[in-house]
């Protein structure tokens, strides 16, 4: 059985950061391509930020110069780290793993609540 579980999340202040983690099991890390999500209240869940299994990323506009994304494949864990965080950058932050063999899989997170606030 696969599973992702997010960790980190919490409440900061506008201009800090903090550190995502997305730990899976049940399948093979290294051939799976990740990706962060989040959904704001009232809105549609939005792509942050994606990296491939060859390590290849990608970002939404409005993360470019703040977020990083990364990947430690021998503990099985993506990170999203999110610097100079904004009020709008608060919402619940999904992980998402997609394997493609004949077919696409793709798997979700619990979800994780980040909070910007003063």
């Known amino acids: 059985q696969v599973q992702l579980v997010e960790s980190g999340g919490g409440l900061v202040q506008p201009g800090g950061s903090l550190r995502l983690s997305c730990t899976t099991s049940?399948?093979?890390?290294?051939?799976?391509?990740m990706g962060w999500y989040r959904q704001a209240p009232g809105k549609e869940r939005e792509l942050v930020a994606s990296i491939t299994r060859g390590g290849s990323t990608n970002y939404a506009d409005s993360v470019k110069g703040r977020f990083t994304i990364s990947r430690e494949n021998a503990k099985n864990t993506v990170y999203l780290q999110m610097n100079s965080l904004k009020l709008e950058d608060t919402a619940v932050y999904y992980c998402n793993a997609v394997y493609t063999y004949l077919r696409t899989y793709s798997y979700w997170g619990q979800g994780t609540q980040v909070t910007v606030s003063s």
């Open positions: 049940g399948i093979t890390f290294s051939v799976i391509d």
